[in-house]
């Protein structure tokens, strides 16, 4: 069985801080995982995936995820944050056959000007 | 390259009213196929998918269907609508065999009144 879970429902920055959204999962097999954005009223767009290259994973518009087996962790952060970051992230943890994923509860990023 | 489409992008229905939510891909063949539901300020639900024209999996019982009557068209029904059925539809497609990072449309607003 497989789940996610976001820690944060919301999580509230100044525009220039940086950003840590947190992601834990359970999987009984060696999960890809992955950072989805959503912006009000639009699809989801990927950010970054993990499919057991390189642990630490570098995506669009300057994010980035650290896949720690040890923690089964899989935060996304970022150095600065920017107006435009303001949105609804999720994280999904996919099976090795794919098919089926699982989304987490999403986290609701505010950036205060 | 690939490319997803949705419509109509907002649609307000009077309970008991039929749905017809369309959803085509373009750019690729034999994709798999996913109708998501979000319900505001909530994460997404997986309604159904599909791995091949005519194979529909359900995973929430509810007055909704699902049909694959093409490769690449996807297509979500109800005969009655609900006032519960209200929520923001997103249509995905995936590669299909594999890690399956899923590409999203842009969804349809349905507001059920």
């Known amino acids: 069985a497989q789940s996610v879970t976001q820690l944060d429902s919301h999580v509230s920055v100044s525009e220039g801080t940086p950003v840590l959204l947190r992601c834990n999962y359970s999987?009984?097999?060696?999960?890809?995982l992955f950072w989805y954005v959503q912006h009000p009223n639009k699809g989801l767009q990927l950010l970054l995936k993990y499919t057991s290259a390189a642990t630490l994973v570098k995506g669009i518009n300057g994010f980035e995820a650290e896949f720690k087996k040890s923690e089964t962790s899989f935060h996304l952060t970022k150095p600065s944050a920017h107006m435009s970051d303001a949105a609804e992230y999720f994280c999904?943890?996919?099976?090795?056959?794919?098919?089926?994923?699982?989304f987490g509860p999403g986290t609701s990023l505010s950036v205060i000007p | 390259s690939q490319t997803i489409h949705q419509w109509p992008a907002t649609l307000v229905q009077p309970v008991g009213s039929p749905l017809s939510l369309e959803c085509t891909v373009e750019g690729t063949s034999n994709p798999n196929l996913y109708w998501y539901r979000q319900a505001a300020g909530r994460g997404l639900q997986l309604l159904f998918y599909s791995v091949g024209i005519g194979q529909i999996s359900s995973e929430v019982p509810q007055n909704l269907s699902a049909s694959r009557p093409q490769d690449r068209q996807f297509i979500l029904s109800s005969k009655k609508l609900l006032l519960s059925d209200s929520g923001f539809y997103l249509c995905?497609?995936?590669?299909?065999?594999?890690?399956?990072?899923?590409?999203f449309g842009p969804g349809t607003r349905l507001l059920v009144l």
């Open positions: 999987s009984s097999y060696s999960p890809s």
């Open positions: 999904v943890v996919s099976p090795p056959w794919g098919d089926k994923v699982i």
């Open positions: 995905a497609w995936s590669p299909g065999q594999g890690v399956e990072t899923q590409y």
